[in-house]
């Protein structure tokens, strides 16, 4: 299911996702695709069996850069089209700074949650879904009322319960997540248990 928009008219103008969403979008054109993609993957993304034997700066910096880097054009756009839908109100909500910093801690949080059940990977861990999903658990939490207009397969739009959704998007990630424990790894290319962080 892909949100298209929401029903809620957003407090204030949403500069700090606009902001985050540019700042995304510029490292993945202006660096990652010029220096490519694999490589600042590899240098910038966060590896939990590296970060786990690093100092605490370099640790944590690249805990915020790997919030920055994405796999992927799809994966870019997946997760700043989530940010949008629900990142705006969840900003109007709470002011443009707070909002800045409760990002940032999400996805810090979520990554952290990451290295702790998978200290040994050796695969390095990109992507704004874990800072996301603590905006969308904010979201469920401020607006459990709302409703989402959404993309259902075959093209056909649904009109569903904020609460509904989040928790089937939830609940998605938890599937996932138990699928690929029970094949022996804690997800593969996609890291589940960042995205579950906050449920």
Known sequence: MLPLHDDQRSRRFPFATILIIAANAAVFCDWQ?????????????????????????????????????????????GNMWFLFVFGKNVEGAVGAVRFLFFYVLCGIAA?????????????PLVGASGAISGVLGAYLALYPRASITTLAPFFYSLRLPAWFFLIVWFGLQILYQAAASSRGHHGGDVAYLAHIGFL
Do not use: C, Q
């Not at 993304?45 to 944590?60: V, Y």
């Not at 850069?65 to 994405?70: A, C, D, K, R, T």
């Not at 990554?111 to 695969?123: G, M, T």
């Open 33 to 77: 695709l010029r220096v490519g993609i694999e490589k600042s993957v590899f240098e910038w993304g966060l590896t939990p069996s590296t970060f786990l034997n690093s100092s605490w700066l370099p640790g944590m910096a690249h805990m915020v850069s790997s919030m920055f880097l994405h796999g992927g054009w799809m994966h870019l756009i």
């Open 111 to 123: 990554d952290y949650l990451y290295v702790l059940f998978s200290p040994a990977s050796r695969i």
